[in-house]
């Protein structure tokens, strides 16, 4: 395996057991994988071909749904609450 695709499945082990944590514990580890996401998925899509980048593009968009959300609602001028 290349380093690009290790580093994806050891994102996949991590953003696995930050969803385990109480939404308290989320913020932080779910931060730093949210910026770092797109990183190794664009080095995935160079390394392997666009396709993998757009099926890491559709994992990354699936388990990130609600922040993304969030975040868009941010941007268009909305208060959204964020969950307790």
Request: net charge positive; charged share 10%; hydrophobic share 60%.
């Amino acid at each position: 395996m290349s380093l690009p695709v290790i580093l994806a499945c050891i994102w996949v082990l991590v953003a696995t057991v930050t969803a385990m944590l109480p939404m308290r514990g989320q913020m932080v580890p779910g931060l730093i994988l949210l910026v770092s996401a797109p990183v190794i998925i664009g080095w995935m899509a160079i390394a392997h071909g666009w396709w993998w980048g757009v099926l890491g593009l559709a994992g990354f968009a699936s388990m990130f749904r609600n922040p993304l959300i969030y975040l868009y609602r941010r941007a268009k001028g909305e208060r959204p609450e964020i969950p307790r």
